[in-house]
Structure formats: structure tokens, C-alpha cells
């Protein structure tokens, strides 16, 4: 079956560290995307990418870089720069744009200690 | 810019009661609006979606939701709740300026809870 997979699901770290997370999809989507989580305060969209070497700043960009060098992965690393960084992860893609749906993976958990 | 406002970050119904979460929307041109669900520790979930063909829009798990642009709603509901409904329910609103890639601005979520 065609899906996202992200990986890990639950990653801790501590302070200063950075971490990548991984995202693979098998659906030949063209645009991919990483979402934050937070309690109460929705989905923040961090990056997006609609073509393979492209990609785009979203609304909470500060702290993060993501690279797009195959169609199918979209890996986002969260950097030291990143003031708060604990939140619940998700990445996303999808067909196209306009009434096209998002497609999501499981999500990664990161907890700084 | 697109925005859409969620009416109760938290919403409790008994099962066999009516569902109604409240979902309200900005927007300069006609939206593309989205309902979406999430269980616990899981991704996002398409319910239904709204592309302009009707106004009332039938979804996954006997969900529905109306489009009222006079209002600018769009709420979600279900005639009977079951247990397995427990999760939290995001409205969204597709921002279509960035050709090739959809961006969704989501709701602030609310998590519905089933009382036996």
C-alpha cells in the first residue's frame, strides 16, 4: 500500500543537539511538506516542497532546514537554533494543489531534555 | 490571507447524541475547505472536503458538513455518536497561492470526547 512513513516515531535529544528526521513517500506526489504540532494551537506548516531541489519557507521556518534531492524524501532537521523545539512532528504530501488532499504520516515525537 | 477559527477546543457528547463541531472560515475567494481527524499519536485523516460541487458534503464515518457562504461556516456533524469518534477534528482552509504545493491553514483543533 502507498503511504508516508516517518521515522523516527519518538526521538529525545538534548539541548544543542541537532536531529533529522525522516520522511519517505511511496504515493509519486509531487509537493511534500512538515507540519508542527503544539496542544491547542493546531498545525503550523514549517516547509514545503513542490518539485524535487525546491523548497520553500512556510510560516515557523526559524530553527529548521529540510533538503528535497529525491522525489521521495523530504528529511527535516531541527537545529540548535530552534528555541523550543519539543512538539509532535508531521510530515505530509501531496498531488498537486487546489482541492487536492494532504496525505500524512504517523508523526515523530521529538522531546528535548 | 486565508484563517480559519474552530469554536470549542473541546466538545463532550454521549454516544447516541448529535455531533456538532463548529468551524468558521476567512476567506478573499471561494475556499476549498477541509475537515480532517486525528487519534492519539497518529497523522491526519481526510473526513470530507468541500470543492464548490455542493454545498452539503458527505464523509467517512457518517460525518457531514454544510457550506453556508453567507455565513462563512462550515460545520461538522454526526446524527449518532459512537465511541470510536473520540479524537480531535481539524477544520482547514486551503490557501491556493502557491501553485504546486497545497498549503492548508488549520484550525486550533477540537478534541471531542464520547461519554458512555
Known amino acids: 500500500d502507498g503511504g508516508i512513513t516517518q521515522s523516527p516515531k519518538y526521538l529525545f535529544r538534548k539541548e544543542g543537539q541537532n536531529v533529522t528526521l525522516s520522511c519517505e513517500q511511496n504515493l509519486n506526489h509531487d509537493a511534500m511538506y512538515w507540519y508542527r504540532q503544539d496542544p491547542g494551537q493546531g498545525l503550523r506548516l514549517i516547509y514545503y516542497s513542490q518539485i524535487v531541489n525546491d523548497f520553500q519557507k512556510g510560516d515557523i521556518a526559524e530553527g529548521y532546514s529540510v533538503s528535497r534531492e529525491k522525489k521521495e524524501s523530504f528529511p527535516l532537521t531541527v537545529t540548535s537554533a530552534q528555541k523550543n523545539p519539543t512538539a509532535f512532528y508531521l510530515c505530509?504530501?501531496?498531488?498537486?494543489?487546489?482541492?487536492?488532499?494532504?496525505?500524512f504520516g504517523a508523526g515523530s515525537r521529538l522531546t528535548v531534555l | 490571507a486565508q484563517s480559519v477559527t474552530q469554536l470549542g477546543s473541546h466538545v463532550s457528547v454521549s454516544e447516541g447524541a448529535l455531533v456538532l463541531l463548529r468551524c468558521n472560515y476567512s476567506s478573499s475567494v471561494p475556499p476549498y475547505l477541509f475537515w480532517y481527524v486525528q487519534y492519539p499519536n497518529q497523522g491526519l485523516q481526510l473526513l470530507l472536503k468541500?470543492?464548490?460541487?455542493?454545498?452539503l458534503v458527505k464523509g467517512i464515518n457518517g460525518f457531514e458538513a454544510e457550506f453556508k457562504k453567507s455565513e462563512t461556516s462550515f460545520h461538522l456533524t454526526k446524527p449518532s455518536a459512537h465511541m470510536s469518534d473520540a479524537a480531535e477534528y481539524f477544520c482547514a482552509v486551503s490557501d491556493a497561492v502557491a501553485q504546486g504545493a497545497q498549503k492548508l491553514v488549520f484550525g486550533q483543533g477540537t478534541r471531542l470526547t464520547i461519554n458512555p
Open positions: 468541500y470543492t464548490s460541487a455542493a454545498t
Open positions: 505530509a504530501s501531496s498531488i498537486g494543489w487546489g482541492a487536492n488532499v494532504l496525505t
